[in-house]
Protein backbone atom coordinates (compact mmCIF):
# COMPACT_ATOMS: atom_id res chain seq x y z
CA UNK A 1 0.00 0.00 0.00
CA UNK A 2 0.80 3.55 -0.79
CA UNK A 3 1.66 4.45 3.53
CA UNK A 4 4.23 1.86 3.10
CA UNK A 5 5.99 2.87 0.27
CA UNK A 6 5.81 6.52 1.43
CA UNK A 7 7.81 4.98 4.83
CA UNK A 8 10.07 2.65 3.65
CA UNK A 9 12.97 4.46 3.48
CA UNK A 10 13.32 6.54 6.62
CA UNK A 11 10.97 4.28 9.45
CA UNK A 12 13.38 2.66 11.74
CA UNK A 13 12.15 -1.17 13.74
CA UNK A 14 13.56 1.10 16.86
CA UNK A 15 14.01 4.34 18.55
CA UNK A 16 17.38 4.77 17.97
CA UNK A 17 17.19 4.15 14.00
CA UNK A 18 13.91 5.94 14.17
CA UNK A 19 15.73 9.06 16.06
CA UNK A 20 19.13 9.00 13.76
CA UNK A 21 16.51 8.61 10.50
CA UNK A 22 14.70 11.83 11.10
CA UNK A 23 18.21 13.67 12.26
CA UNK A 24 19.01 12.49 8.46
CA UNK A 25 15.99 14.05 7.10
CA UNK A 26 15.84 16.83 9.13
CA UNK A 27 19.50 17.88 7.93
CA UNK A 28 18.55 17.22 4.08
CA UNK A 29 15.20 19.35 4.26
CA UNK A 30 16.32 22.01 7.29
CA UNK A 31 20.26 22.03 7.91
CA UNK A 32 22.02 20.90 10.43
CA UNK A 33 20.32 23.47 13.13
CA UNK A 34 17.25 21.85 13.21
CA UNK A 35 19.01 18.09 13.29
CA UNK A 36 21.05 19.58 16.53
CA UNK A 37 17.44 20.12 18.54
CA UNK A 38 17.08 16.16 18.53
CA UNK A 39 18.44 14.15 20.89
CA UNK A 40 20.27 11.29 19.35
CA UNK A 41 22.99 9.42 21.51
CA UNK A 42 23.60 11.88 24.21
CA UNK A 43 20.91 10.47 27.30
CA UNK A 44 21.60 13.97 29.23
CA UNK A 45 19.25 15.19 26.04
CA UNK A 46 16.05 15.40 26.71
CA UNK A 47 13.10 17.35 27.88
CA UNK A 48 15.80 19.72 30.48
CA UNK A 49 16.95 21.21 27.06
CA UNK A 50 13.80 20.75 25.27
CA UNK A 51 12.70 23.79 27.12
CA UNK A 52 14.78 26.32 26.49
CA UNK A 53 12.65 28.52 24.04
CA UNK A 54 12.53 31.96 23.95
CA UNK A 55 14.34 34.40 25.96
CA UNK A 56 16.82 31.37 27.70
CA UNK A 57 17.60 30.10 23.97
CA UNK A 58 17.91 33.37 23.11
CA UNK A 59 21.12 33.77 25.64
CA UNK A 60 22.07 30.22 25.08
CA UNK A 61 21.97 30.52 21.21
CA UNK A 62 24.05 33.91 21.95
CA UNK A 63 27.04 32.31 24.01
CA UNK A 64 26.74 28.80 22.07
CA UNK A 65 28.30 27.62 19.27
CA UNK A 66 25.61 27.01 16.46
CA UNK A 67 26.81 23.24 16.93
CA UNK A 68 25.92 22.98 20.65
CA UNK A 69 23.38 20.25 20.72
CA UNK A 70 20.91 21.16 23.43
CA UNK A 71 19.88 24.22 21.91
CA UNK A 72 17.24 24.79 20.24
CA UNK A 73 17.01 26.54 16.85
CA UNK A 74 15.35 29.99 16.59
CA UNK A 75 14.75 29.82 12.82
CA UNK A 76 12.68 26.39 12.99
CA UNK A 77 11.30 26.39 16.98
CA UNK A 78 10.03 30.11 17.18
CA UNK A 79 8.38 30.26 20.83
CA UNK A 80 5.36 29.39 20.97
CA UNK A 81 2.45 30.13 23.67
CA UNK A 82 -0.78 29.06 24.21
CA UNK A 83 0.01 25.59 24.17
CA UNK A 84 -2.91 22.99 25.78
CA UNK A 85 -3.09 23.04 29.48
CA UNK A 86 -2.04 19.73 30.71
CA UNK A 87 -2.92 18.16 34.12
CA UNK A 88 -0.36 18.17 37.04
CA UNK A 89 0.60 14.65 38.16
CA UNK A 90 -0.72 13.06 41.13
CA UNK A 91 2.22 11.73 43.27
CA UNK A 92 -0.07 10.21 46.09
CA UNK A 93 -2.63 8.53 43.65
CA UNK A 94 -0.67 7.80 40.21
CA UNK A 95 -2.83 9.50 37.26
CA UNK A 96 -0.62 9.69 34.25
CA UNK A 97 -2.98 7.09 32.55
CA UNK A 98 -5.60 9.94 33.41
CA UNK A 99 -3.46 13.08 32.54
CA UNK A 100 -2.13 11.90 29.45
CA UNK A 101 -5.74 11.18 28.00
CA UNK A 102 -7.01 13.78 29.18
CA UNK A 103 -4.97 16.75 27.85
CA UNK A 104 -5.78 15.52 24.63
CA UNK A 105 -9.73 15.01 24.87
CA UNK A 106 -9.24 19.10 26.49
CA UNK A 107 -7.39 20.08 23.37
CA UNK A 108 -9.85 18.68 21.32
CA UNK A 109 -13.07 19.95 23.38
CA UNK A 110 -11.28 22.76 23.21
CA UNK A 111 -11.43 23.28 19.19
CA UNK A 112 -15.03 24.08 19.91
CA UNK A 113 -16.43 23.87 23.17
CA UNK A 114 -19.91 23.81 22.01
CA UNK A 115 -19.53 21.05 19.26
CA UNK A 116 -17.79 18.94 20.96
CA UNK A 117 -19.50 19.32 24.42
CA UNK A 118 -22.56 17.80 22.44
CA UNK A 119 -19.99 15.36 20.85
CA UNK A 120 -18.39 13.83 24.29
CA UNK A 121 -22.14 13.77 25.77
CA UNK A 122 -22.71 11.02 22.98
CA UNK A 123 -19.92 9.16 24.24
CA UNK A 124 -20.37 8.07 27.31
CA UNK A 125 -21.30 9.84 30.60
CA UNK A 126 -17.98 10.06 31.86
CA UNK A 127 -16.70 11.58 28.95
CA UNK A 128 -20.10 14.27 29.13
CA UNK A 129 -19.05 14.51 32.68
CA UNK A 130 -15.30 15.58 31.36
CA UNK A 131 -16.93 18.11 29.08
CA UNK A 132 -18.47 19.63 31.42
CA UNK A 133 -15.50 20.26 33.88
CA UNK A 134 -13.37 21.61 31.13
CA UNK A 135 -16.35 24.05 30.89
CA UNK A 136 -15.74 24.96 34.30
CA UNK A 137 -12.09 24.47 34.48
CA UNK A 138 -12.35 26.99 31.93
CA UNK A 139 -14.20 29.56 34.24
CA UNK A 140 -12.29 28.87 36.75
CA UNK A 141 -13.78 27.38 39.08
CA UNK A 142 -12.68 24.34 39.00
CA UNK A 143 -9.01 23.06 38.14
CA UNK A 144 -8.48 20.12 35.37
CA UNK A 145 -7.24 18.02 37.79
CA UNK A 146 -10.72 18.22 39.98
CA UNK A 147 -12.34 17.20 36.72
CA UNK A 148 -9.60 14.37 36.76
CA UNK A 149 -10.55 13.27 40.17
CA UNK A 150 -14.11 12.92 39.59
CA UNK A 151 -14.36 10.96 36.98
CA UNK A 152 -11.94 8.65 38.63
CA UNK A 153 -13.45 8.00 41.48
CA UNK A 154 -16.71 7.26 39.39
CA UNK A 155 -14.16 4.35 38.12
CA UNK A 156 -12.98 3.67 41.56
CA UNK A 157 -16.25 2.70 42.50
CA UNK A 158 -16.96 0.71 39.16
CA UNK A 159 -13.94 -1.19 40.20
CA UNK A 160 -11.43 -0.26 42.84
CA UNK A 161 -9.03 -2.70 40.90
CA UNK A 162 -8.94 -1.55 37.74
CA UNK A 163 -9.28 1.88 39.03
CA UNK A 164 -7.13 1.79 42.13
CA UNK A 165 -5.97 4.52 44.22
CA UNK A 166 -2.39 4.96 46.10
CA UNK A 167 1.21 4.26 44.20
CA UNK A 168 -0.72 2.05 41.75
CA UNK A 169 -0.62 1.20 38.18
CA UNK A 170 -3.17 2.55 35.87
CA UNK A 171 -4.36 0.69 32.37
CA UNK A 172 -4.30 3.14 29.80
CA UNK A 173 -6.53 0.10 28.27
CA UNK A 174 -8.76 0.20 31.05
CA UNK A 175 -9.28 3.74 31.30
CA UNK A 176 -10.05 4.24 28.03
CA UNK A 177 -12.29 1.12 27.91
CA UNK A 178 -14.11 2.44 30.81
CA UNK A 179 -14.06 6.25 28.71
CA UNK A 180 -15.19 5.37 25.35
CA UNK A 181 -15.68 1.37 25.40
CA UNK A 182 -19.44 1.56 26.22
CA UNK A 183 -20.41 3.87 23.05
CA UNK A 184 -21.81 1.51 19.96
CA UNK A 185 -21.87 3.49 16.64
CA UNK A 186 -23.15 0.74 14.27
CA UNK A 187 -23.52 -3.23 13.76
CA UNK A 188 -21.86 -6.30 12.98
CA UNK A 189 -23.10 -9.00 10.49
CA UNK A 190 -21.62 -12.36 9.15
CA UNK A 191 -21.80 -12.93 5.64
CA UNK A 192 -21.39 -15.87 3.07
CA UNK A 193 -20.16 -14.33 0.30
CA UNK A 194 -21.01 -17.34 -1.75
CA UNK A 195 -24.52 -17.86 -1.06
CA UNK A 196 -25.02 -14.31 0.37
CA UNK A 197 -27.04 -15.04 3.50
CA UNK A 198 -26.32 -12.00 5.78
CA UNK A 199 -27.17 -13.18 9.76
CA UNK A 200 -29.29 -10.23 11.47
CA UNK A 201 -27.49 -7.53 12.50
CA UNK A 202 -26.24 -7.08 15.83
CA UNK A 203 -24.56 -3.88 17.87
CA UNK A 204 -21.33 -4.11 17.51
CA UNK A 205 -19.35 -0.85 16.12
CA UNK A 206 -16.89 0.82 19.18
CA UNK A 207 -15.26 3.58 18.44
CA UNK A 208 -12.30 1.76 20.78
CA UNK A 209 -10.15 -0.54 19.41
CA UNK A 210 -7.38 -2.03 20.50
CA UNK A 211 -4.50 -3.83 18.31
CA UNK A 212 -2.42 -7.02 19.22
CA UNK A 213 1.30 -6.77 18.01
CA UNK A 214 0.80 -9.40 16.04
CA UNK A 215 -2.66 -7.74 14.06
CA UNK A 216 0.35 -5.15 12.99
CA UNK A 217 2.31 -6.98 10.63
CA UNK A 218 1.60 -9.11 7.44
CA UNK A 219 2.31 -12.36 7.72
CA UNK A 220 5.52 -10.86 5.49
CA UNK A 221 6.90 -8.72 8.69
CA UNK A 222 5.86 -5.51 7.16
CA UNK A 223 3.67 -3.35 9.19
CA UNK A 224 0.33 -1.74 8.52
CA UNK A 225 -0.94 1.39 8.91
CA UNK A 226 -3.71 1.93 11.08
CA UNK A 227 -5.52 2.73 8.68
CA UNK A 228 -5.58 -0.67 6.93
CA UNK A 229 -5.78 -1.98 10.29
CA UNK A 230 -9.25 -0.81 10.76
CA UNK A 231 -10.45 -1.60 7.47
CA UNK A 232 -8.88 -5.25 8.01
CA UNK A 233 -10.94 -5.91 11.11
CA UNK A 234 -13.83 -4.53 10.17
CA UNK A 235 -14.20 -7.27 7.22
CA UNK A 236 -12.28 -10.46 8.21
CA UNK A 237 -13.00 -13.93 8.07
CA UNK A 238 -15.47 -14.78 11.21
CA UNK A 239 -14.07 -17.92 12.06
CA UNK A 240 -17.62 -19.75 11.40
CA UNK A 241 -18.80 -21.67 8.69
CA UNK A 242 -22.22 -21.06 6.75
CA UNK A 243 -24.97 -22.93 8.09
CA UNK A 244 -26.05 -23.09 4.52
CA UNK A 245 -23.12 -24.37 2.22
CA UNK A 246 -20.53 -24.49 4.56
CA UNK A 247 -18.28 -21.54 3.53
CA UNK A 248 -16.37 -19.22 5.81
CA UNK A 249 -18.17 -16.65 6.62
CA UNK A 250 -17.19 -13.02 6.37
CA UNK A 251 -17.53 -10.93 10.24
CA UNK A 252 -18.40 -7.48 8.73
CA UNK A 253 -18.76 -4.17 11.26
CA UNK A 254 -20.39 -1.43 9.67
CA UNK A 255 -20.58 2.40 11.34
CA UNK A 256 -24.45 3.81 10.88
CA UNK A 257 -23.72 6.48 13.26
CA UNK A 258 -20.48 8.91 13.51
CA UNK A 259 -18.21 8.39 15.96
CA UNK A 260 -16.82 12.06 17.13
CA UNK A 261 -13.60 10.19 18.04
CA UNK A 262 -11.48 6.98 17.12
CA UNK A 263 -9.08 5.60 20.01
CA UNK A 264 -6.68 3.00 18.81
CA UNK A 265 -5.12 1.58 22.29
CA UNK A 266 -1.72 -0.25 20.80
CA UNK A 267 -0.04 -3.45 22.42
CA UNK A 268 3.40 -2.17 20.46
CA UNK A 269 4.37 1.20 19.08
CA UNK A 270 4.87 -0.20 15.86
CA UNK A 271 2.42 0.51 13.24
CA UNK A 272 2.15 2.92 10.77
CA UNK A 273 0.39 5.92 12.45
CA UNK A 274 -1.71 7.70 9.92
CA UNK A 275 -2.20 11.45 10.00
CA UNK A 276 -5.88 11.06 8.78
CA UNK A 277 -8.49 8.35 8.68
CA UNK A 278 -11.79 7.80 7.35
CA UNK A 279 -14.84 6.05 8.34
CA UNK A 280 -17.75 4.91 5.87
CA UNK A 281 -21.36 6.06 7.49
CA UNK A 282 -24.20 5.10 5.42
CA UNK A 283 -21.66 5.55 2.20
CA UNK A 284 -20.73 9.13 3.11
CA UNK A 285 -16.89 9.17 4.47
CA UNK A 286 -16.49 10.79 7.90
CA UNK A 287 -13.21 12.09 8.20
CA UNK A 288 -10.75 11.98 11.18
CA UNK A 289 -7.33 13.53 12.16
CA UNK A 290 -4.47 12.94 14.31
CA UNK A 291 -4.77 14.73 17.80
CA UNK A 292 -2.96 12.91 20.27
CA UNK A 293 -0.59 10.06 20.82
CA UNK A 294 -0.19 8.70 24.39
CA UNK A 295 3.21 7.55 24.91
CA UNK A 296 4.53 4.86 27.34
CA UNK A 297 7.49 4.29 28.80
CA UNK A 298 9.28 3.75 32.39
CA UNK A 299 5.80 2.87 33.92
CA UNK A 300 4.45 6.64 33.28
CA UNK A 301 2.18 8.05 30.51
CA UNK A 302 2.89 11.34 28.32
CA UNK A 303 1.19 12.81 25.59
CA UNK A 304 1.94 14.55 22.37
CA UNK A 305 -1.34 17.25 21.11
CA UNK A 306 -1.55 17.52 17.57
CA UNK A 307 -3.31 20.11 16.43
CA UNK A 308 -5.19 20.78 13.34
CA UNK A 309 -2.70 22.75 11.78
CA UNK A 310 -0.19 20.08 12.71
CA UNK A 311 1.27 22.05 15.72
CA UNK A 312 3.17 19.59 18.43
CA UNK A 313 3.00 20.52 21.89
CA UNK A 314 4.19 17.56 24.73
CA UNK A 315 2.91 17.14 27.98
CA UNK A 316 4.45 15.09 31.06
CA UNK A 317 2.41 15.30 34.42
CA UNK A 318 5.76 14.91 36.21
CA UNK A 319 8.08 17.22 34.23
CA UNK A 320 5.88 19.66 32.30
CA UNK A 321 2.65 19.84 34.56
CA UNK A 322 0.13 22.09 33.53
CA UNK A 323 2.12 23.61 30.29
CA UNK A 324 3.03 22.20 27.61
CA UNK A 325 5.75 22.24 25.67
CA UNK A 326 5.79 23.31 21.90
CA UNK A 327 7.33 20.60 19.83
CA UNK A 328 7.05 21.86 16.42
CA UNK A 329 5.10 22.30 13.05
CA UNK A 330 4.19 18.21 11.94
CA UNK A 331 5.04 18.05 8.38
CA UNK A 332 3.29 15.37 6.05
CA UNK A 333 6.78 13.19 5.78
CA UNK A 334 7.13 13.71 9.82
CA UNK A 335 4.44 11.13 10.48
CA UNK A 336 7.14 8.69 10.42
CA UNK A 337 8.66 9.88 13.68
CA UNK A 338 5.28 9.72 15.44
CA UNK A 339 5.53 6.57 17.10
CA UNK A 340 8.26 7.47 19.72
CA UNK A 341 8.00 10.06 22.26
CA UNK A 342 11.28 12.30 20.84
CA UNK A 343 11.09 14.78 23.44
CA UNK A 344 11.83 12.38 26.02
CA UNK A 345 15.13 11.55 27.11
CA UNK A 346 13.92 7.76 27.70
CA UNK A 347 12.16 5.03 25.22
CA UNK A 348 8.57 5.99 25.37
CA UNK A 349 6.27 4.50 22.95
CA UNK A 350 3.17 5.17 21.50
CA UNK A 351 0.59 3.52 23.58
CA UNK A 352 -2.93 5.16 22.34
CA UNK A 353 -3.40 7.00 19.26
CA UNK A 354 -6.70 9.26 19.23
CA UNK A 355 -8.58 10.76 16.07
CA UNK A 356 -10.49 13.53 16.24
CA UNK A 357 -13.69 14.09 14.09
CA UNK A 358 -12.26 16.66 11.43
CA UNK A 359 -15.60 18.58 10.12
ZN1 LIG B 1 -23.28 -19.87 2.31
Known sequence: MYDGELVGELRGVNRR???????????????????ANWPVNDPGIGIGSWKLVGEDA????????????????????????????????????????????????????????????????????????????????????????????EVRRAFWILDSVKFPKGHAYTSLGDVSDALFGDANWGVHVHKCFRCGIVDHEIAGFRALKYIAVDEARTTAGSLFSISEWFNRYNLRVSGNNCANCGHALMRIKKATKVPP???????????????????????????????????????????RVIKRNGDMWYNDGIETGRESVFEGVMQSEDIQFINYCLTDETTRGAAAIVYALAE
Do not use: M
Open 17 to 35: EVIAAYRAYQIKVHGESVA
Open 58 to 149: KRLNNKRKASDDDVPSQKSNKPRTGGPPGLRWDPTDYSCAYDSLLTILRAIWRVDSAKWGHRFGSVSRHVKTLANGFERALEGVRSLEDVRD
Open 261 to 303: LLVFVLSSPEVIINRELSVLVEDVAAKYYLSGVVYSGKKHFTS
